[in-house]
T-cell receptor, first 116, second 115 residues
């Protein structure tokens, strides 16, 4: 079945560091990729939607300069958390959907980001 | 915009019993309703989905029903097993040719199956 690979699975770093998270669709071409943030015991909060070759669309309240998204190919999207601070610690999950509108949306296994 | 409500927030059942999770949505234009299972420390995994032109869909022990008039849909798990223990999320979106709205998720249901 469809697989979305997310890397790294866990990051622990010092405050002020920038962290890049990769999301790859392994067996399908993903026109659209999504980035979510999930706090403990809560639902998934959509941060941004990225379409291959164009700028990402950010949800209200999400700082685009803080969370840089690049979707340079049909199989890869990256999220860079710039100058991360402890309040950015969270579980970040990417998701991808194949090019056809009737395809389901599949999720990666998430990245647990801990900023010290 | 779309709002999805999910109940209950926690559910405990005995192994072998059935579990039912219910969701309601607000936007009558929504036409796609997936269910995801999330295990601890992992991303959500799609377990079943239903489109608005269908009232019910089954896949082995899992079934989903949709009532468009009432704008609610439910997940039914029969003969529950300990490995069914996880957090389940419902979601809704609008799917049309040329563009889909992002999934809007419910708040999740923590299902515990007691052996």
């Amino acid at each position: 079945g469809a697989v979305v690979s997310q890397h790294p699975s866990r990051v622990i770093c010092k405050s002020g560091t920038s962290v890049k998270i990769e999301c790859r669709s392994l067996d399908f071409q993903a026109t659209t990729m999504f980035w979510y943030r999930q706090f403990p015991k809560q639902s998934l909060m959509l941060m941004a939607t990225s379409n291959e070759g164009s700028k990402a669309t950010y949800e209200q309240g999400v700082e685009k300069d803080k969370f840089l998204i690049n979707h340079a190919s049909l199989t890869l999207s990256t999220l860079t958390v710039t100058s991360a601070h402890p309040e950015d610690s969270s579980f970040y999950i990417c998701s991808a959907r194949a090019s056809y509108s009737n395809q389901p949306q599949h999720f990666g296994d998430g990245t647990r980001l801990s900023i010290l | 915009g779309e709002n999805v409500e999910q109940h209950p927030s926690t559910l405990s059942v005995q192994e072998g019993d059935s579990a039912v999770i219910k969701c309601t949505y607000s936007d009558s234009a929504s036409n796609y309703f997936p269910w995801y299972k999330q295990e601890l420390g992992k991303g959500p995994q799609l377990i079943i989905d239903i489109r608005s032109n269908v009232g019910e869909k089954k896949d082995q022990r899992i079934a989903v029903t949709l009532n468009k008039t009432a704008k609610h849909f439910s997940l039914h798990i029969t003969e529950t097993q300990p490995e069914d223990s996880a957090v389940y999320f419902c979601a809704a979106s609008i799917r049309v040719e040329g563009g889909n709205t992002p999934l809007v998720f419910g708040k999740g249901t923590r299902l515990s199956v007691i052996a």
